[in-house]
């Protein structure tokens, strides 16, 4: 029986670096696998999940395994899986003791024994999760140091750090960008909320399930709403007249970082992501750094699995810069929490 290890992004939260492990057997590995987010604090017990994803023409049968962190007990860790050809299964399983971090990271280790291979992943899990807090929209984050779980990613070398909260009127979030230059007229974040439940399609006549915003200049636009068809999210638009109603936007510049502070109206959006306490959402955010990164993926920190771009994941709008290839879903699992304290 021959090993196989799949190459997988090891998260940058805090100080930690960025890494990727690539040994690949001659062979093609079979499955893919991968661990969701922990969408709420890991010690109040909550569902976590794996995906497994035939990656043959043939049908797949095997057990999967998952090595939680020292001291972690979860209800169940081992699986019997039997796949079709090319089909993905979620696989449920519940956290039953574990210990937060200040990092708020955490190393899986997931094997898959079957079709005369061994698959194992190592993956660095995160918690990406929103305490229920009512920040003062000023550009000081001083309040999401204390209060927010930080997800950060690198690209080419410049760090982003994004933070979200929660509350009865507003969805914020906060977001720090590492960079040379700030172009308040093109430097922009974009970002996209969904129901837990959301997915993207494929084809140009498929809906929008995603609320989808651009903060450019200061202030905040809305740029699609679920129902608009795919195929429109891709004919760059220019942006509203009007930005976003009662949206508060905050901007400060401090040596190489860039600082947002976003606030939007949750009551739109209240029928997809009804938001409560222990629910789970989608979230996904690009930073546009025209003269500088690019765009940058703020997926790359959920270890993506084959398959993860899609052509329909963003829309487009007259005056940003996107790269030619798709990129990754702006579905990522998140989770509305009370608090990590």
Not at 301 to 311: D, I, T
Request: proline residues 8%; positive net charge; aromatic residues 8%.
């Amino acid at each position: 029986m021959s090993t196989s290890k799949i190459a997988i992004t090891c998260v940058l939260v805090t100080a930690a670096c960025m890494c990727v492990t690539l040994a690949e057997d001659a062979r093609t590995p079979p499955v893919a696998l991968r661990a969701h987010n922990i969408v709420v604090p890991p010690d109040t017990g909550p569902v976590s999940g794996l995906t497994v994803v035939n990656l043959l023409d043939t049908a797949y049968s095997g057990k999967v395994t998952v090595k939680l962190p020292s001291g972690w007990k979860a209800d169940k860790t081992t699986f019997d899986v039997s796949l079709k050809p090319r089909e993905t299964k979620h696989i449920p399983f519940a956290l039953e003791k574990a210990i937060a971090r200040k990092t708020h990271v955490y190393p899986y280790i997931i094997t898959a024994v079957g079709g005369g291979q061994t698959v194992a992943v190592e993956q660095q899990v995160i918690c990406a999760t929103s305490p229920y807090v009512k920040p003062k929209i000023d550009g000081d984050i001083s309040e999401w140091l204390e209060d927010a779980v930080p997800v950060t990613f690198v690209c080419k070398g410049k760090k982003t750090v994004v933070r979200t909260f929660w509350n009865k009127r507003n969805y914020c979030l906060s977001v720090e960008v590492q960079e040379d230059k700030f172009d308040p007229g093109a430097d922009a974040i974009q970002f996209a909320l969904a129901s837990g439940k959301a997915s993207t399609g494929k084809l140009p006549n498929d809906k929008t399930a995603r609320h989808e915003f651009v903060v450019v200049g200061g202030k905040c636009y809305q740029i699609a709403k679920p129902g608009t068809p795919l195929g429109d999210t891709q004919k760059p638009a220019n942006l509203p007249a009007e930005p976003v109603a009662k949206a508060e936007v905050a901007v400060k510049r401090e040596k190489d970082i860039t600082r947002y502070e976003i606030s939007v109206p949750i009551r739109p959006m209240r029928s997809e992501l009804k938001p409560t306490t222990g629910r789970e959402y989608r979230f996904g955010v690009l930073v546009h750094d025209p003269d500088g990164t690019g765009v940058r993926e703020m997926g790359l920190v959920a270890a993506p699995l084959p398959g993860a771009c899609n052509k329909y994941a963003w829309s487009k709008w007259v005056g940003a810069k996107f790269p030619d290839k798709p990129l990754l879903d702006s579905k990522l699992e998140w989770g509305f929490c009370t608090s990590i304290h």
